[in-house]
């Protein structure tokens, strides 16, 4: 399996921005349902944002309006833009893709799990 190198996260204060970026390439990437992932320590892995292969996305009701999620099927790259970062953003963040939306809450994802970025957002 592929796997995605992720990279932009950072420390930084409440109302602040990031833009993490996720690398995986591959012939059939333009084919694959994308989406960011985020887990804090003790808590399982949630699915925060999704963008499907025609481009229409989905959001974690608690970052709609603030999260972005977007891609480059030349580049073979997906990217997060977030702002108006709070504290319970706190997070490891990480990339994956699937044949489907659906897969990608459910499995087979299509890449194995990166390292992920640090996402730290103090008050």
């Known amino acids: 399996q592929r796997l995605p190198v992720e990279s932009g996260g950072g420390s930084v204060q409440a109302g602040g921005s990031l833009r993490l970026s996720c690398v995986a390439g591959?012939?059939?990437?333009?084919?694959?349902?994308m989406a960011w992932y985020r887990q804090s320590p003790g808590k399982q892995r949630d699915l925060v944002a999704s963008?499907?292969?025609?481009?229409?996305?989905n959001y974690k009701d608690s970052v709609k309006g603030r999260f972005t999620i977007s891609r480059d099927n030349a580049k073979g790259a997906v990217y997060l833009q977030m702002n108006g970062l709070k504290p319970e953003d706190t997070a490891t963040y990480y990339c994956?893709?699937?044949?489907?939306?659906?897969?990608?809450?459910?499995?087979?994802?299509?890449?194995?799990w990166g390292q992920g970025t640090q996402v730290t957002v103090s008050s």
């Open positions: 963008i499907s292969s025609d481009g229409t996305t």
């Open positions: 994956n893709a699937a044949s489907s939306i659906v897969r990608l809450q459910t499995g087979p994802r299509s890449w194995s």
């Open positions: 591959g012939a059939t990437f333009r084919f694959n349902a």
